[in-house]
């Protein structure tokens, strides 16, 4: 009677662990599953980064085509007009080189301003991305934990 009792316990205590098995292993699907889904979407980041890194070249290509003409044109302005350059037109000819000074400093500035911008822009994509692999580290950390407990579930129920 002693036996059948063990026995019992024995069959008890397997099922169980059959059910606690069956448990971790729906965690693990579960986690592998989210795991696809946050690789999908760190892909999709990916792709946005190197698309953003690319405009950012193209903007940094635009900003420098514009810095070198409004130093170069700020010094020619600045040493035009000298006291001695006397002229009926010499005021006209001073508002038009004013008024493409002011042009060309504010598509200077505007480029400031687009830097600004794709700066926080980056560092939102890349906080974005941050996530997305913290993310997939929780993953691969649960389903690591989930694998090791039915191992040890595997080794108890091996032993019984």
């Excluded at 035009?80 to 008024?99: H, K, M, R, V, W």
């Amino acid at each position: 009677m002693a036996n059948d009792a063990v026995e019992e316990a024995k069959k008890k205590r397997k099922a169980d662990l059959e059910k606690y098995k069956s448990r971790e292993k729906g965690e693990i699907k579960a986690q592998q599953d989210r795991l696809a889904n946050y690789k999908k979407k760190q892909a999709t980041i990916e792709e946005q980064i190197e698309t953003f890194n690319q405009h950012i070249k193209n903007i940094q290509n635009a900003v420098s085509t514009w810095s070198a003409p409004y130093s170069s044109f700020t010094s020619f302005k600045d040493s035009f007009f000298t006291p001695d350059i006397q002229g009926l037109y010499a005021n006209d000819i001073s508002e038009n080189l004013n008024g493409l000074h002011k042009k060309i400093k504010s598509m200077t500035d505007y480029s400031a301003d687009l830097y600004f911008y794709t700066d926080s822009i980056k560092q939102n994509l890349d906080n974005k991305r941050d996530d997305i692999l913290s993310k997939i580290n929780g993953c691969n950390n649960s389903i690591e934990y989930s694998i090791g407990k039915i191992n040890d579930m595997n080794k108890i129920l091996n032993s019984l």
